[in-house]
C-alpha cells in the first residue's frame, strides 16, 4: 500500500498541513510546526508563510473514509 500525503481534518491547527506532513513521515505534528516555525522566523517569516499557504492549496484533504480520529468509539470499536 502506498502512502500518500493529504491535510488532516482532526490534526489540525491552520489547515492541516503539518499534521498530514508528520502523519506521512510517522513523526510527531507538533515537531513538525516547531521546525516550520523556527525556519520561518530565519528566514523573515514571509518565505514560510507563503510554503504553508501554498501546501495548504496543493496537498489535498484527507478523504472521509481515511478520517480517523484517536479514541473516536465508531472506528476503534
Not at 498530514?20 to 523573515?44: E, H, M, P, Q, Y
Request: neutral net charge; charged residues 20%; aromatic residues 10%.
Amino acid at each position: 500500500m502506498q502512502k500518500k500525503l493529504y491535510r488532516l481534518k482532526y490534526d489540525s491547527k491552520i489547515c492541516g498541513v503539518c499534521g498530514g506532513i508528520g502523519k506521512f513521515l510517522n513523526i510527531d505534528a507538533t515537531l513538525i510546526r516547531l521546525i516550520w516555525i523556527v525556519v520561518s522566523v530565519f528566514t523573515s517569516g514571509v518565505p514560510g508563510v507563503l510554503a504553508y499557504f501554498i501546501c495548504a492549496v496543493v496537498i489535498p484533504e484527507e478523504p472521509a473514509d481515511e478520517d480517523y480520529r484517536p479514541g473516536n468509539p465508531s472506528v476503534d470499536a
